[in-house]
């Protein structure tokens, strides 16, 4: 099996890191500006550019709107998507887990009202499972709760880092239903239209010195009819599972992609760079911080398109998926730590994409379960095959 980019995905990919590289990354710092209309202006012109040039939606299925890559395929290029952060809303793809999960489970007049907006990015998604008051990363502790009257669900809770709302035209809300249910069947996903009566933001929560749209939500007695539902009663873990699986693949995919875009930033900072009567380079303490880069991005790489192979054939691959979800995140890390060590203060300063690209890169600790959860996980289910006086043979996985 070869993980290099396979000769069909060249063209497309070559052509959407072109596209990025000339019309995004010039305007990253203007695009990156929330709420500011010059940057919505712009992001809406390059979303036009980016379907003129063919290049819109690519992973979406084509039933729904996309243009339907095959997921292996767009896996490679959902890499190069990544080495900018507003490539995924310029191009589209940043509805591809929501557009999916509506697409699978939402009731007809629901799929009609958003699917194609969503898809067309006229409309934007949000997803509300963490709650402030409660460790999420155990969610069967959720609090908010939803309880039908007559033909509505009634729901109350709170949530936060429900990222986008403060833009968003729904958001998809995980509420408990079944309260006499075993804790993984008691809970349900909700689509709540985020002009709802009793539903408000309560703040864009600043992260990390910045504003990026990770919103307090807060619903009181709001009411939202019963079709509102996704799939059956008391399946919002089987669903949220469904949702992540494979979106793990897509973060870990951009987080090279982000890596990449360091390293080679580094590398060329470690040429150009004289110190000492010598380029940066030269020095074996840079060199070590390259090569510790290249062997974990490689690494990295290796580990996650076995997984996304896995997954293609049919397998779930939950062990490899939790073990590129800790390794891909402390890899992005590393990376463009590193990289910004090379630049020296300028690498802090906002003159290069990397101070951005780290305070992001720290999220990813964190989000789609913290890496702790997804190591006990792993380690779960490996122990679990020895018990049963298996092994687990790598040389067979
Ligand atoms: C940038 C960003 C975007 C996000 N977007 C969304 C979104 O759109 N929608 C949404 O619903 N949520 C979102 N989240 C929230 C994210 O999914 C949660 O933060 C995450 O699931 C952890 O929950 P928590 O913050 O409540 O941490 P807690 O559950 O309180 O955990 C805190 C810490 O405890 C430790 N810990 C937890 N469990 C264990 C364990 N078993 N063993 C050892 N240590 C453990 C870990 O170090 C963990 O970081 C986002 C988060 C970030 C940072």
Known sequence: MSFEVPAHVRPIRDRVRRFI???????????????DPEAGAMMRRLMDEAKAAGLWALGH???????????????YVNEVIGRSEPAMVV????????????NLHAAPEWRERYLKPLVAGEVFPSFAMTEPEVASSDPTQLQTSAVLDGDFWVINGRKWFTSGADVAAYTTVMARTEPEAPPHQAFSMIVVPTDTPGYTIVRDVPVMGMHCGHCEVASDH??????NLLGPRGAGFLIAQQRLGPGRIFHCMRW????????????????????????????QQVQQMIFDTAAEIQACRLLTLDAAHKIDQGDPARVEIGIIKVVGAQMVHNAIDRAIQVFGAKGVSADTPLERMYRAARFARIYDGPDEVHRVSVARQILRAYKKGETWDFGLR
Do not use: W
């Open 21 to 35: 590289e000339e019309q995004i990354y010039p305007v990253e710092s203007i695009l990156e500006r929330r709420g």
């Open 61 to 75: 299925p084509r039933e729904i709107g996309g243009q339907g890559l095959p997921f292996l395929d767009y896996v």
């Open 91 to 102: 191009l589209g793809t940043h509805s591809l887990q929501d557009s999916i999960m509506l």
């Open 222 to 227: 709001v009411r939202v009819p019963r079709s």
């Open 256 to 283: 090279l992609g982000q890596a990449q875009r360091a390293f080679d930033l580094m590398c060329e900072r470690a040429n150009s760079r004289v110190a000492f009567g010598s380029p940066l380079a030269d020095k």
